[in-house]
């Protein structure tokens, strides 16, 4: 004979003194177990996946590099960022220099635009370099012969 009493949610058996349990009884209760808490743990529609878990604990991931003074240079990135952020190290975001105004720092947004001397397409980010300065344009300090840079990489 199955239990007089049931649990209110998953209607499990719930045993009185005077009542005696059988084999089935916990077999339809692991039966019931099993198919409500394993449906549940796999839903994926209430539940993140693997890959959003990833991007929610790391939505941000920084990358280096070092200039070696070519006017245009690709750098690959470990992913395809939504937007990053490149800046020189130990340097300020523009300086004058012989009135020329230099940008060790900027921005790009994938496929969408970006701060002058910097292009991001996938996870390539090409980085431009002046060669000579010039007070009449835009002076990219982005790619400097031995300079170290940082890239801000954002999912």
Do not use: C
Request: glycine share 6%.
């Amino acid at each position: 004979m199955g239990s007089t009493n049931k649990t209110p949610n998953l209607h499990l058996n719930s045993w009185l003194d005077t009542d005696s349990p059988k084999r089935m009884d916990f077999q339809s209760d692991n039966d019931i177990i099993d198919e409500q808490l394993g449906g549940h743990i796999l839903n994926e529609v209430i539940h993140l996946t693997a890959e959003e878990k990833e991007y929610l604990s790391s939505p941000v991931h920084m990358v280096s590099y070092t200039g070696n003074g070519s006017a245009s240079r690709n750098v690959t990135l470990p992913f395809v960022p939504l937007f990053v952020i490149v800046f020189k190290n130990n340097s300020p975001i523009s300086s004058i220099s012989n009135s020329a105004n230099i940008q060790s720092a900027g921005f790009a947004l994938n496929g969408a635009g970006a701060t002058a001397g910097l292009t991001l397409a996938n996870t390539s980010l090409t980085v431009k370099q002046y060669s000579t300065l010039s007070t009449s344009s835009a002076n990219y300090d982005f790619n400097a012969s031995g300079a170290s840079y940082r890239v801000i990489l954002f999912k």
